[in-house]
């Protein structure tokens, strides 16, 4: 008779955890296994992993830690899991899930089924014309430095499944590899790349933000998405008080409320007067700032409104100038199509809720590079940059060759 797991894991939960991760793809961790090579023998590779899982022999690898740019300057430390330890921490986030969103605050947006960054700045472009200020809040370093206990308490508030809280705890503690090999032991936060991080970090501001909000000031909404958060006062006094007791709250929970990058700000428009030193600031890749704008009565006024941010066009200029377009001659316009429009689509799709024409100069660079490889592909062109835009034009209308709307 075989003797019973100790964790009763159901197989179709691996299988199913399995798929997820592969649709997401990702690169290898510190074992160099990419996903394809996991499926050269999928089968006895799930398994494998079933089994340590279900009967408490699994540990997890170290997360390899690759430091990425930040579009700003500076760098951010992502965590690469292996490919299983990925399908492992996929099994408990599909048990977490179910069991936590329907706890969390309505104001919560980040990495929620059923919600988006585009939901989150759109509340905020409404409120931010209900209420004269905002306090732009930056928490530093708030993946790397999470308490583990505080964090582990939390989730056994919402579960007391032994393997789950097993494997949670492991995960917390497993060492980081960095790039040149060494190993770094970890006593605090959950790696950005982990797949379970970011449900463990919406679990964990929840108690130390949005429930105290809703608590302690609940005169004062707000937006968060993950630990981007932005909230909404109806005086200056209010917004610095909320400030100091943010701080306060914060440093009670482990965190450090970044005291530079952390902002009140005045939400400019044609009927707010006064003069103030700040009245901008960036949401999820937006920057909100008085802006001139035409009124649904036909009039025209400054609105405090979000478009693409700097940095967000900034980047964008950037990867075009990478896709290296007018030195491509050896290619058709339309392979070139298919290698641009996945990105130009991206770009598209989430900044052409608001102010779509911030974008219009950055996406015209793709014009730019293309009329370029017009003139050296076609000899007829090379001396005629008029005829190489109308030729290029023509094209783009026959075919439906979308370069961008």
């Not at 330890?85 to 059923?114: C, K």
């Not at 995960?171 to 982990?194: C, F, N």
């Not at 970011?198 to 679990?203: C, E, K, T, V, W």
């Not at 005045?266 to 103030?276: A, E, H, I, S």
């Amino acid at each position: 008779m075989t003797k019973a797991k100790p964790f009763d894991i159901p197989k179709r939960e691996v299988w199913a955890a399995f798929k997820k991760v592969k649709a997401n793809q990702g690169a290898a961790g510190v074992d160099g296994q990419s996903i394809a090579d996991f499926e050269v023998d999928l089968k006895n590779n799930l398994y494998k992993l079933w089994n340590r899982l279900s009967s408490g022999s699994y540990f997890p690898q170290p997360v390899r830690r690759v430091d990425i740019p930040k579009v700003a300057g500076g760098t951010r430390p992502l965590g690469i899991p292996t490919v299983a330890d990925r399908i492992a921490q996929e099994v408990v986030r599909r048990y977490l899930e179910p069991r936590l969103d329907s706890l969390f605050h309505a104001d919560s947006y980040g990495y929620r089924p059923g919600r988006s960054a585009i939901d989150a700045v759109r509340t905020a472009r409404q409120r931010c014309w209900r209420y004269d200020w905002v306090l732009d809040l930056d928490i530093k370093a708030f993946f790397d430095t999470i308490p583990h206990e505080l964090l582990l308490k939390a989730v056994r508030v919402h579960t007391d499944c032994r393997w789950v809280m097993l494997y949670v705890e492991r995960w917390l503690k497993a060492p980081v590899q960095k790039e040149d090999g060494s190993i770094e032991s970890r006593d605090a936060g959950t790696p950005q790349g982990s797949v379970v991080s970011p449900i463990l970090a919406n679990l964990f501001l929840h108690y130390a933000l949005d429930l105290w909000m809703t608590r302690t000031y609940p005169a004062v909404p707000f937006e968060r998405y993950a630990d981007d958060a932005i909230c909404h006062c109806r005086t200056q006094a209010e917004a610095e008080a909320l400030r100091v007791a943010l701080a306060e709250r914060f440093a009670a929970c482990g965190l450090v409320l970044h005291p530079q990058k952390t902002k009140i700000v005045y939400c400019v428009d044609t009927n707010r007067k006064g003069r103030y030193p700040t009245v901008q600031f960036d949401f999820l890749g937006y920057t909100f700032r008085p802006r001139f704008t035409a009124w649904p009565n036909g009039t025209y006024g400054v609105s405090f409104l979000p478009a693409a941010s700097q940095e967000a066009l900034k980047a964008m200029r950037r990867e075009v100038r990478q896709w290296g377009l007018q030195n491509r001659t050896d290619m058709a316009l339309n392979d070139l199509a298919r290698l641009v429009n996945p990105y130009l689509r991206g770009w598209i799709n989430y900044y052409s809720h608001f102010y779509k024409s911030a974008m219009h100069n950055s996406l015209r660079r793709v014009d730019f590079h293309l009329r370029k490889w017009v003139r050296r592909k076609f000899k007829r062109f090379k001396q005629k940059p008029k005829g190489a835009r109308e030729w290029l034009a023509h094209v783009i209308r026959a075919f439906s060759i979308k370069v961008y709307s």
